[in-house]
């Protein structure tokens, strides 16, 4: 039974990643800690989620932008060391719940039909990068700012996924070597990677096949409903550190 619903958890998860261009963690990680436990997920979630991006990464890598890309991953990786030194000072609560409002806020303005700013500035690059990593690095949730600025932007679709793959895969690459230095890359985390490589494969081949039925219009309301979760999700992980 726990392979069953290892299989479908993230089958669920790739295949949303693979319409939105993010969101894996967001619907797998409650699901996996309640039938692995916190310190199996963690792990296999981050293995997961390398396996899935690298390959979204080159099925839209005609989208990829290099130049919109670069900037995102050097401010995050020049924010790393700034988190883990705010993780010790700063109180999770607040920098959780101002992040969870802003996320929000962002995601039912643009539900609501207002029309968001357009991000132009070359500062709101580096600022989502920096700010990415130091959630990142902080809380292993680097995701949420640069999600934000990409819509923002207003990127086509592939070049939103594409470009987001390039940015997760830098990070997920940093957090998989602490995972292996740390030991948590068990046999038992091998073993269920092995059973859920076949999900991952299904998961996206299913979201590829509805990739090109989807409009413009209808992408961003995906986007901007999976950041309504997101944002819940945030709150909730703020309120319950307390």
């Known amino acids: ?30 699901l996996l800690v309640m039938v692995l436990g916190l310190g199996p997920a963690r792990p ?3 293995m997961v989620s390398g396996t899935l ?9 005609h989208a990829f932008r290099l130049r919109s890309v670069w900037p995102l991953v050097v401010a995050s990786a020049l924010a790393v060391p ?11 609560r ?26 132009r500035s070359r500062v709101w690059t580096w600022a989502a990068g920096f700010a990415g990593g130091l959630l990142g690095a902080a809380y292993n ?11 923002a932007r207003r990127w086509p679709p592939d070049t939103f996924k594409s470009n987001l793959q390039a940015f997760f895969c830098v990070n997920n690459a940093i957090v998989l070597v602490g995972h292996a230095l740390a030991g948590n890359v068990t046999r038992a985390v091998g073993w269920h990677f092995l059973v ?3 999900a991952i494969g299904a998961g996206l081949a299913a979201s590829f096949l509805l990739d090109r039925r989807i409009s413009h219009a209808t992408f961003r309301k995906i986007v901007l409903v999976l950041l309504v979760l997101l944002g819940v999700q945030l709150l909730l992980r703020a309120l319950l550190s307390g």
């Open 141 to 151: 949730t680097s995701g949420p700012p640069v999600v934000l600025y990409a819509d």
């Open 53 to 61: 991006q690298l390959v979204l990464l080159v099925r839209y890598r």
């Open 82 to 92: 700034v988190g883990f030194y705010g993780m010790r000072h700063i109180d999770e």
């Open 44 to 46: 296999l979630m981050a």
């Open 1 to 30: 039974m726990e392979n069953l619903w290892l299989v479908l958890i993230v089958f669920f998860a790739c295949f949303t990643q693979g319409v939105s261009g993010f969101g894996s963690a967001l619907v797998a990680m409650p």
């Open 94 to 119: 607040v920098t959780l719940s101002v992040l969870a409002v802003v996320v929000l806020a962002y995601a039912v303005y643009g539900l609501a039909g207002a029309k968001a700013p357009h991000l």
């Open 196 to 198: 859920a490589l076949p």
